[in-house]
């Protein structure tokens, strides 16, 4: 068997925690998750990066994690959607969901939602343009997108009030 087609160990932390998978170094990042994590709140809507439903934060930044080779997460810090909130607490990204309907089939929600925690954290007091411009990667079938943005808002107001 040629090199190219052994499995390689790829150490790295996923959601706080350490993690080791062997992988073959070209496999999906979204699969390794999936099958060998057990992660499956990411989610394969596309598998060709168009719609965000697979998104994950590697070392801070929103990625589709269909178009991500495994060996790129190598050393990496990863936050899927069972990452996001503190123990039983949800984000309040995720309260703002569930209070403003922003969540309805749930394959396109972990996207959507990892999209907003990298909106705030990288802008806090985003408007809506800016919103709208975070989550022009992720595609929904369900909710036509007004609750989406409203649950992003109201996470932005949330967030306001409990500063």
Known sequence: MSENNSKVKISCIVNGDPAVVEAYP??????????????????????????????????????NS???????????????IEGVASGEELHAVQQAFVAAGGAQCGICTPGMVLAAVSLLE??????????????????????????????????????????
């Not at 809506?128 to 409203?150: P, Q, V």
């Open 26 to 63: 070209m496999s999906r990042l979204l699969d390794v998750l999936r099958e060998e994590l057990r992660l499956t709140g990411t989610k394969e809507g596309c598998g060709e990066g168009e719609c965000g439903a697979c998104a994950v934060l590697l070392d801070g930044e929103l990625v």
């Open 66 to 80: 269909c178009l991500v080779p495994v060996l790129q997460a190598e050393g990496a810090k990863m936050t899927t």
């Open 122 to 163: 990288h802008n806090p007091q985003p408007n809506e343009a800016d919103i709208r411009h975070a989550l022009a990667g992720n595609l929904c079938r369900c909710t036509g997108y007004m609750k989406i943005f409203e649950s992003v808002l109201l996470a932005c107001r949330e967030g306001r009030e409990g500063a």
